[in-house]
T-cell receptor, first 114, second 113 residues
Framework: NAGVTQTPKFRILKIGQSMTLQCTQDMNHNYMYWYRQDPGMGLKLIYYSVGAGITDKGEVPNGYNVSRSTTEDFPLRLELAAPSQTSVYFC?????????????FGPGTRLTVL | RKEVEQDPGPFNVPEGATVAFNCTYSNSASQSFFWYRQDCRKEPKLLMSVYSSGNEDGRFTAQLNRASQYISLLIRDSKLSDSATYLCVVNSGMNSGYSTLTFGKGTMLLVSP
């Protein structure tokens, strides 16, 4: 199993540009999450999904959108990039239904907005 | 009060030393607790879950004190490979169908020869 994979690994955007961060998991997990991690800060939840077709906002959703058309894929869309969105983005998944589930993280996407 | 608070460190220790990290959390309704490890420029990975009775995994021991809302991680016989940032993570339960994980900012450990 590849686990959770993310593309791209790095990206530089200009202010106002758009992009999609890709996330795929092959563990048949129902629950998927997008986090951002700013330097010296804890991970913050952007959006989550409890299954195909179901998504909801986390703690910091402004400026982002998501979709979940399949169990495997959970892309994150930035429509109008702003310098405040410079961060490391992690996608994660877990099987759901238990508060003791381990969350499995992808390797991250480092995004810089100039 | 911050939701999950940790000393950012860094903790600089020699190989073979014992080191302890502490973490406090503000939500008394929190249900489950974890320590994740994050290597430089890598993703977080689960180190161990923390159970009410305390638990041990090799050189690592985790303790939970619900009354004081306090979690600890003890690392014995430190190895160079233990150098990383240790994230205290608290799950406040299944809110609206998902695990509401709250992450601390992490404590950095540097083990030197």
């Amino acid at each position: 199993n590849a686990g959770v994979t993310q593309t791209p690994k790095f990206r530089i955007l200009k202010i106002g540009q758009s992009m999609t961060l890709q996330c795929t998991q092959d563990m048949n997990h129902n629950y998927m999450y997008w986090y951002r991690q700013d330097p010296g800060m804890g991970l913050k939840l952007i959006y989550y999904s409890v299954g195909a077709g179901i998504t909801d906002k986390g703690e910091v959703p402004n400026g982002y959108n998501v979709s979940r058309s399949t169990t495997e894929d959970f892309p994150l869309r930035l429509e109008l990039a702003a310098p405040s969105q410079t961060s490391v983005y992690f996608c994660a998944s877990d099987p759901g239904r238990s508060s003791y589930n381990e969350q499995f993280f992808g390797p991250g996407t480092r995004l810089t907005v100039l | 009060r911050k939701e999950v608070e940790q000393d950012p460190g860094p903790f600089n220790v020699p190989e073979g030393a014992t080191v302890a990290f502490n973490c406090t959390y503000s939500n008394s309704a929190s249900q489950s607790f974890f320590w994740y490890r994050q290597d430089c420029r890598k993703e977080p990975k689960l180190l161990m879950s923390v159970y009410s009775s305390g638990n041990e995994d090799g050189r690592f021991t985790a303790q939970l004190n619900r009354a004081s809302q306090y979690i600890s991680l003890l690392i014995r016989d430190s190895k160079l490979s233990d150098s990383a940032t240790y994230l205290c993570v608290v799950n406040s339960g299944m809110n609206s169908g998902y695990s509401t994980l709250t992450f601390g900012k992490g404590t950095m450990l540097l083990v030197s020869p």
